[in-house]
Each structure stands twice: as C-alpha cells, then as structure tokens.
C-alpha cells in the first residue's frame, strides 16, 4: 500500500508542476496537459522500491492515470512548479518538482514510513 502511494505521488509530480495552491490560468495549465511516465527512486527511510506508473494532466490539474484508489490533489502552475499530495487510504506523499518542455523531476517526502526520494517523468 505504502508503494502504491508513493508511485502515485511520484507520478503526479512528473506529470505537473505547481506551487503552492496557486490559482492556475487555462492557457498556461494547458502546457503541461498530457500524459506522463513516472519512475521514482526511493532514496532514504524505509521505502526500498521504485516504481513507473502514469499521470495525466487536465487544465493544469494532475490525476492518476492507473488503476488503483489512489487520490490526487495539485497540478502544475504558469511557470511549470509543481505541488502535489497523493493519498492511498491513510497514506499520504507530498512531492514537488518542475516541468520543462517534455520532462520533469523532483522530490517526493511520505511521513509514514517515513522516507523520501526523488523522481523523473516524460511526457507520453
């Protein structure tokens, strides 16, 4: 469970950039709209898997493009920051990163387990 969410949040991060809760325009959102393949890295704490998985992108509003329950808020704002939480039940993580052109890459933090990691995304 703890690896679906933090797939999840890895993903949602490469597929937007957004900072903060930042009130997005249509025209600028609409860069970053698609589909993107996320691979995380697990780099401290006690999540030791990697994990690929797919996002999309809508009026700049990040979704999970799998299977799984998982929940996204967030998206990526004009100048492509974004910020993310995804959550899986009780599980939650929180990434951040930055979209330019057709690739992304950031950092993603989950307080339980607590671990933390990177990850990179490309657009579909």
């Not at 469970?1 to 890895?10: K, S």
């Not at 937007?16 to 780099?43: F, I, Q, R």
Request: net charge positive; hydrophobic share 45%.
């Amino acid at each position: 469970m703890t690896a679906l969410l933090h797939r999840a949040a890895l993903a949602a991060i490469a597929a937007a950039t957004v900072a903060g809760a930042a009130t997005l325009p249509a025209a600028a959102a609409s860069t970053h709209d698609g589909t993107w393949s996320v691979k995380t890295s697990a780099e401290t704490g006690q999540c030791a898997t990697n994990y690929e998985l797919k996002l999309a992108v809508k009026n700049g509003k990040v979704s999970y493009a799998g299977m799984w329950p998982v929940k996204a808020k967030g998206g990526v704002n004009a100048v492509g920051l974004i910020n993310m939480d995804i959550s899986h039940g009780s599980r939650r993580v929180t990434a951040t990163g930055l979209v330019r052109g057709d690739s992304a890459s950031g950092d993603w933090t989950s307080p339980q387990p607590a671990c933390s990691g990177s990850w990179v995304a490309r657009r579909a």
